[in-house]
């Protein structure tokens, strides 16, 4: 069965984007490592796939997992594009949506939000600013993280760097949405960061290179968990 996602518990998600070290049998490898660091922790950390992995990781772990995007469309010919419906059919438990890597206008990320979630699918929709965020958060996602473009990959957390930028965006999505749950993503590399990060009232992160890189990914999350559950405690 599968691990349920509440606010009750940090959230750590992993976006494995299209890194070797994340694809066919070492996306599973990997999903693997994810879920241990989660069983031994007691954080729920979630997996973003590749969409031809999607089948073969959620078959193997039972962390939650998501695509890396879908697009707002309805079945039909729509030759090219990712449905809601196959990777829900393929086992994703959610999608990310508007990645920097991947950005949707709002209109589209309004449509995509309500077709994902007519497919059983939970949403967790990226944002660059606060205002941005607001918007968002104003469609009703389930999560919504917090990425300035300009720190993804530079091993520079927005924590740290920008700790007003979570502090507003976290304001001002709770002045529009009360239960989305807030990550924070863009440079978040060690436990120090995470810990950071929740101090500054994020519930969970969204990291990527730093795990899918490390010589040891579940020693690494498993840490960054710990650091989690410790920056909780300290607000």
């Known amino acids: 069965m599968k691990a349920n996602l509440n606010q009750n518990h940090p959230l750590l998600v992993v976006n494995f984007k299209t890194y070797l070290e994340a694809t066919g049998k070492k996306s599973v490898d990997l999903a693997r490592a994810a879920e241990g660091a989660s069983r031994e922790r007691g954080v729920i950390i979630a997996v973003a796939v590749q969409f031809t992995d999607i089948k073969p990781v959620s078959e193997a772990v039972e962390i939650p997992v998501f695509s890396q995007h879908i697009d707002p469309i309805r079945p039909g010919a729509q030759t090219g594009h990712i449905l809601a419906e196959a990777v829900k059919a393929a086992g994703a438990d959610g999608t990310m949506l508007n990645h920097s890597e991947r950005r949707l ?14 497919s059983g699918l939970r949403t967790l929709v990226c944002a660059n600013t606060s205002g941005v965020s607001a918007a968002i958060a104003s469609l009703g996602p389930e999560m919504i993280a917090i990425e300035p473009p300009e720190l993804i990959g530079t091993g520079v957390s927005v924590s740290k760097a920008q700790p007003e930028l979570i502090t507003r965006t976290v304001k001002k999505i709770r002045d529009v949405n009360a239960s989305t749950q807030i990550l924070c993503g863009a440079g978040v590399a060690n436990p120090g960061d995470v810990e950071r990060a929740i101090e500054l009232g994020s519930e969970g992160v969204l990291v ?14 498993a840490e960054m968990a710990d650091a989690a559950l410790k920056g909780r405690k300290l607000t």
């Open 105 to 118: 206008k709002v209109s589209e990320i309004e449509e995509a939000i309500e077709i994902a979630r007519g």
């Open 208 to 221: 990527s290179s730093s795990v899918v890189k490390s010589k040891d990914p579940g020693k690494l999350l």
